[in-house]
């Protein structure tokens, strides 16, 4: 399976037989009134996966928060280090974080931290922040995010740490376009599916009977990603 046939081609998640984009994604570019970005995520991830609870643990207060970071880091630099030209054929001016959807954790978000340790060939900046109309889970808005610094004419890379519906990262990346941004490029560690429905488990059947291959991703094989379900996918720090 790839993205396109039977896996959504905006956002890797499952489709409805016959059908090349989510119900997510068609909710979310119907609220938004715009055109979607591809989002490339690094691995689909469940509940269950080792990659999820780094995702989780990584900005919490837990005592292993700092070694979760640091195995993000690594996987974060050397996914960039392999993909980053199929990513973003061409320059990257600026890389930007989505905001937290969380009012009491305060910016910078923690993957911004991460993202400055890779030593990515572009400024990392906290160029967005939380608008006046929050973002849910299952509701994008234009009003969502605010660009806070100057990106006409840019080039952006916009990362996040777990996509479940794409609400926070295309409302962050419609913000980025209403700014002048010229060209965004998306990509998540995760893309969390939810493994209680049919369509999600064929697809994550699928994915688990290949291997978890750092040296694959959605654009240089064209197929979906790999799902992350043990230790051997997160790197050891």
């Not at 396109?4 to 570019?29: L, Q």
């Not at 340790?117 to 605010?146: K, M, N, Q, W, Y």
């Not at 049919?198 to 009977?209: F, G, I, V």
Request: proline share 6%.
């Amino acid at each position: 399976m790839s993205p396109g046939f039977g896996v959504c081609r905006i956002c890797c998640a499952a489709c409805r037989s016959g059908t090349t984009v989510c119900t997510c994604c068609r909710r979310i570019a119907r609220q938004l009134a715009a055109p979607l970005v591809p989002v490339v995520p690094v691995s689909l991830v469940t509940q269950s996966s080792a990659l999820y609870h780094v995702l989780r643990q990584y900005k919490s207060n837990s005592p292993i928060a700092g070694r979760q970071a640091r195995r993000l880091t690594t996987l974060f630099a050397d996914f960039f280090d392999r993909h980053l030209p199929c990513i973003a054929p061409g320059r990257i001016d600026i890389v930007a974080v989505v905001p937290s959807s969380i009012e009491m954790r305060s910016p910078p978000h923690p993957l911004t931290a991460v993202l400055a340790d890779i030593g990515l060939c572009a400024r990392v900046l906290t160029c967005l922040e939380r608008g006046g109309v929050p973002a849910s889970h299952r509701h994008a808005s234009r009003g969502s995010f605010s660009v806070t610094e100057q990106v006409e004419g840019a080039r952006v890379l916009l990362v996040d740490d777990v996509c479940t519906t794409g609400a926070h990262i295309q409302s962050a990346a419609w913000a980025l376009r209403a700014a002048g941004a010229i060209g965004i490029s998306a990509v998540v560690a995760g893309r969390f599916v939810r493994d209680d429905c049919s369509s999600s488990r064929r697809l994550l059947e699928q994915a688990y009977r290949r291997e978890w291959d750092l040296d694959a991703c959605v654009r240089c094989t064209g197929r979906q990603p790999a799902a992350d379900s043990t230790s051997r996918s997160v790197p050891a720090q």
